[in-house]
């Protein structure tokens, strides 16, 4: 389990920039979140390139912060973070929004289940496109300040 924690704590922050380690996961691993659901690592390995593919085409910065990483249950491992970013468009819109993650392991020690839950729903994320950077006064939770 520690290690599992050590190996998540140094790839979820990067995971925009480089790729993961996926020798924490088991062949079959689930993962679900809330416009994604698939099984096994080949698939896991795609969604994760794509997510980097789609940050360095989409955005001029993009992080993914990692609040906490601790284990909940006996085989279970608890993230929370925050995705944030501004938009590759003209009006420079900032994207926001948390969740977490849980991940499941068995008795190798091996992740064989992710799930994503996030604090709003994907067009809610979606309508943030739309707002202008420094100028949007109706997000109280978005604020440039952040992106600077």
């Not at 520690?2 to 993962?31: C, G, M």
């Not at 997510?51 to 993914?64: E, G, K, N």
Request: proline content about 3%.
């Amino acid at each position: 389990m520690e290690q599992v924690i050590k190996t998540l704590k140094q790839d979820l922050p990067t995971l925009f920039k480089k790729d993961i380690s996926y020798d924490i996961y088991t062949q079959d691993i689930y993962f679900k979140d809330p416009v994604n659901t698939f099984k096994y690592k080949f698939n896991y390995r795609i969604i994760f390139w794509t997510l980097r593919f789609h940050a360095r085409l989409f955005f001029t910065q993009i992080y993914f912060d990692v609040h906490d990483i601790k284990q909940s249950a006996e085989d279970t491992i608890l993230v929370n973070w925050t995705v944030r970013g501004v938009l590759r468009v003209p009006w420079k819109a900032p994207l926001l929004f948390n969740g977490y993650s849980t991940y499941k392991l068995n008795k190798d020690n091996l992740i064989y289940e992710h799930i994503d839950t996030w604090d709003r729903k994907p067009t809610d994320i979606l309508k943030q496109f739309w707002q202008r950077g420094e100028t949007d006064r109706n997000a109280s939770t978005i604020n440039y300040r952040f992106f600077v």
